[in-house]
């Protein structure tokens, strides 16, 4: 009897540290504060305690835990606020913030993590706002999350970057709130299956409004052009920026959309 039992307590042992070792809160790193933030998920990739963090000036910080239970390494390429809007979204480092396989990542906890911040965010504390996250191989995830003061356990929540005239030195700036109903056209001029699809799908998180995707006829076009309409040069612009390439074209007679986007062999695969 008395070796039975310690072979059932042994099964026990054995399935709790299974329990413990599965599911995204047991990768090996050390989450960041657990308070009443947000959760959810979407393929492999799990956002949990999701709050934006806010002092007395008009900026803010994304605080959440990313984690990622899949052998592929991910990558956060995209975050957009809105009601209401920032002026601006800065990543630091620059570039995309990478989540590693079977690895999290602790977002804007302190300094020395990875930071999405808000500038000129007007949003009060105890209110909330729709977030949307853009994950490269997992996709679009959308919350709702509470604004809270980067207090308590939140203290060393704090925006890295101050103004968006430092984003070019210390992060990755992307316009936010300005190219809210803004109509485009997305046109693929390469021979990259579904890249027009892509590249709409992340102009659409920016509140633009996708009128069609299609294929160009020029299926080698070497350079990006976004034609224009009138008084849209400042958006052209800024999708410009976004995508990081593109050649200006004003036409004053359309009127299909604000803007047409055809995409060229220069265009990146993801918009970063």
Not at 42 to 59: H, L, M, R, S
Not at 80 to 102: L, Q, T
Not at 170 to 180: K, Y
Not at 238 to 267: H, M, R, W
Request: hydrophobic letters at 45%; proline letters at 4%.
């Amino acid at each position: 009897m008395r070796v039975y039992k310690s072979l059932i307590s042994a099964i026990a042992v054995i399935f709790f540290m299974t329990g413990c070792g599965s599911g995204p809160n047991a990768l090996t790193n050390t989450q960041g504060p657990v308070g009443s933030g947000a959760n959810s998920s979407i393929g492999e990739i799990y956002v949990q305690n999701v709050v934006i963090a806010k002092g007395t000036e008009n900026t803010a910080t994304v605080v959440a835990t990313i984690s990622n239970s899949g052998l592929i390494e991910d990558q956060l390429v995209d975050v957009v606020v809105e009601n209401p809007a920032p002026k601006s979204v800065v990543f630091s480092p620059a570039g995309n913030i990478s989540i590693p396989a079977r690895g999290l990542i602790n977002l804007g906890i302190n300094t020395q993590s990875p930071h999405v911040d808000l500038i000129e965010f007007s949003s009060r504390q105890s209110s909330f706002v729709k977030i949307t996250f853009v994950f490269k191989n997992a996709g679009i995830l959308d919350q709702s999350v509470l604004v809270v003061p980067n207090t308590g356990i939140y203290a060393g929540a704090s925006p890295v970057t101050s103004a968006p005239a430092s984003a070019a030195v210390e992060g990755r700036e992307i316009i936010a709130g300005s190219l809210n109903g803004i109509s485009v056209t997305v046109l693929n001029g390469t021979r990259r299956a579904g890249f027009a699809r892509s590249i709409a799908d992340t102009l659409q998180v920016q509140n633009m409004k996708i009128i069609a995707v299609a294929d160009a006829p020029n299926k080698d076009t070497a350079l990006t052009e976004i034609v224009y309409g009138t008084d849209m040069r400042a958006k052209a612009e800024s999708v410009a920026k976004i995508l990081g390439v593109g050649v200006l074209v004003e036409d004053q007679t359309l009127t299909s959309s604000n803007l047409i986007v055809t995409l060229g062999n220069d265009a990146p695969f993801s918009i970063s």
